[in-house]
């Protein structure tokens, strides 16, 4: 089976300061990792995807995650975040052609 | 459409009335999902399609709940005797073949009142 847990609910921070949402996953077998963004009232929107190949994935807005197998992670990162990066963060994780499983999600709060 | 749209974007209904949420994905994306996100939740998956496959219902909650896709495009998501431990977000994303991640549409925000 294949879980996600994101570690924090909410992760504030100031403009241009870097931040670091944490994602991890357990899987038994090789999985493709996702991460999403939801800004309010909106459906979710694809940043980055690991599916094979290097370890470290870089996505749209900025943004970028490196997925670490030995520690099962796939932590989303940018250097200086902006107002407009505030929004809900989703982690996914998919085994083959199994169904994604989502977290609960990371809210960033970026504060002027 | 370029994107998923999904109709009402928003519906209150009365406890104990049936309403039908509907999703239209992108034109040649074999694979369609329902999840649902409630409040502070994550998402939680209700249904998948996959071409002319049957479809996985395993995530559907109760027997109130079900969907159809209709000639492997626009799907319905029809909720029976609703309560009010159902309002949701109800989204629907579709993906192709080739692509392992997802196009969401923007949801059906579900109140029952």
């Known amino acids: 089976a294949q879980s996600v847990t994101q570690l924090d609910s909410q992760v504030p921070v100031f403009e241009e300061a870097p931040v670091e949402l944490r994602c991890n996953y357990s899987s038994s077998v090789s999985v493709y990792l996702f991460w999403y963004v939801q800004y309010p009232n909106q459906g979710l929107q694809l940043l980055l995807k690991y599916l094979s190949g290097s370890t470290l994935v870089k996505g749209i807005n900025g943004f970028e995650a490196e997925f670490n197998k030995s520690q099962t992670s796939f932590h989303l990162r940018k250097p200086s975040v902006h107002i407009s990066d505030t929004a809900e963060y989703f982690c996914?994780?998919?085994?083959?052609?199994?169904?994604?499983?989502f977290g609960r999600g990371t809210s960033l709060i970026v504060h002027p | 459409g370029a994107g998923v749209s999904q109709s009402p974007s928003n519906k209150v209904t009365e406890k104990g009335k049936d309403v039908e949420l509907r999703c239209d994905p992108i034109s040649g994306h074999t694979a369609l999902y329902w999840y649902r996100q409630s409040l502070g939740q994550g998402l939680e998956f209700l249904i998948y399609?996959?071409?002319?496959?049957?479809?996985?219902k395993s995530g559907l909650p109760s027997d109130r709940f079900s969907a159809e896709r209709t000639g492997g495009s626009v799907s319905t998501l029809t909720i029976q005797r609703t309560q009010q431990e159902d309002s949701a977000v109800y989204l629907c994303?579709?993906?192709?073949?080739?692509?392992?991640?997802?196009?969401f549409g923007s949801g059906t925000r579900l109140t029952v009142v």
């Open positions: 996914a994780v998919r085994q083959g052609s199994y169904i994604p499983t």
């Open positions: 399609f996959q071409g002319n496959s049957a479809p996985d």
């Open positions: 994303a579709s993906s192709s073949d080739l692509d392992y991640g997802y196009t």
